[in-house]
């Protein structure tokens, strides 16, 4: 089954950091874009940031720019997002997901992990 | 800063015709994507690029984009479309905006 495993998730004050990791499992990342998707609990979607197949493209919503970091690494199948200065609005599901084309950065997400929950709480 | 509008609900009798829209400035000039959000779930891309569909969804689902007006279109309604439905426009200056979303309710 083709699958998106998130990890990392997990309880943290407020301006500590966390690293989220997602890996493919009968997936593989190379050749795909990739992107972090959050859900605050009872809201909608919010896209949080996304990096093209071969990194030269990367892009943050405003919310996070400059706190949080996307990179990937396709050796290890893997797509993290560190996130710094975590503030209490932070606290969501957060989703690993990828490009329907793969070569296409923003082309429509048609694979979606089930989720990594962070909660920023002191 | 770009805005997307999305009624909070709509209501539908199965077997008929759900519309949903999603208005945005010039919203036709953009590529517009739609999900499919059951509770408990994670999304599921409906539709793709204004009116593609990925494999395995069905043809009831199609969307148009015209103005500042993109549309998806249910078909012949059935209970198990009832879910969150959300658009998400996407070019190099709004990146992957999402809009709030509607709850379709089949009655």
Partial sequence: EVQLVESGGGLVQPGRSLRLSCEGSGFILKDNAMHWVRQA???GLEWVSGISWNSDRIQYADSVQGRFTISRDDAKNSLYLQMNSLRVEDTALYY?????????FGSGFDRWGQGSLVTVSS | SYELTQPLSVSVAP???????????????????????????????????????????PERFSGSNSGNTATLTISRV???????????????RTAGLFGPGTKVTVL
């Fill in chain 1, 96 to 104: 690993c997901v990828s490009d329907i084309i793969g070569y296409s």
């Fill in chain 1, 41 to 43: 609990p009872g809201k």
């Fill in chain 2, 15 to 57: 077997g008929q015709t759900a519309r949903v829209p999603c208005g945005g400035d010039n919203i036709k000039a953009k590529n517009v994507h739609w999900y499919q959000q059951k509770p408990g779930q994670a999304p599921v891309l409906v539709l793709y690029r204004h009116s593609n569909r990925p494999y395995g969804i």
């Fill in chain 2, 78 to 92: 059935q209970l198990g479309d009832e879910a969150e439905y959300y658009c998400q426009v996407w070019d190099s």
